[in-house]
């Protein structure tokens, strides 16, 4: 294969927490992995009609993202997608982790085709992000192929 064939996968997603008053206490703009069985996903959708990505998953460890997971290190919460989107070469994902779910440390995230389970598209590690028991979070996550 030429180097000018291959066809890179990358992301981005952005975290914002808000206090019980819609104050902004964090934001933050990450670079995330897809990982191979994202990959493979994205490459099955173009022969097959595996389930579409679904969920936003959140978690505590700090275990280094890694292209093998297939999981989150420790998943804490996990929230249907309030919004997906395609628009040419980017797909768009967003999920609100409402007030009481998804709380403490977080320190990872991830996009999954399941409620429970499914097949892990992007995991992305970072430094904490406190959401207390009273703030939601926002996560919009971006993939771009090409």
């Known amino acids: 294969m030429q180097p000018n064939e291959m066809v890179p996968v990358t992301g981005k997603l952005r975290i914002v927490v808000r206090d019980k008053n819609g104050r902004i206490r964090a934001n933050r703009l990450l670079k995330n992995l897809v990982v191979t069985v994202g990959k493979?996903?994205?490459?099955?959708?173009?022969?097959?009609?595996?389930?579409?990505?679904?969920?936003?998953?959140?978690?505590?460890?700090?275990?280094?993202?890694?292209?093998a997971d297939t999981t989150l290190g420790a998943e804490a919460a996990r929230v249907a997608l309030t919004s997906s989107s395609t628009t040419g070469n980017i797909a768009s994902y967003s999920a609100t982790f409402p007030a009481g779910t998804g709380t403490?440390?977080?320190?990872?995230?991830?996009?999954?085709?399941?409620?429970?389970?499914?097949?892990?598209?992007?995991r992305t590690v970072f430094s904490v992000v406190n959401k207390g028991a009273s703030d939601s979070m926002t996560v919009t996550w971006t993939v771009t192929v090409g």
């Open 104 to 122: 403490g440390a977080l320190t990872e995230a991830g996009i999954f085709n399941a409620a429970s389970a499914g097949v892990l598209l992007c």
């Open 40 to 67: 493979n996903f994205i490459a099955a959708r173009m022969t097959a009609t595996p389930t579409a990505m679904s969920h936003m998953g959140v978690g505590t460890s700090a275990t280094a993202a890694d292209v």
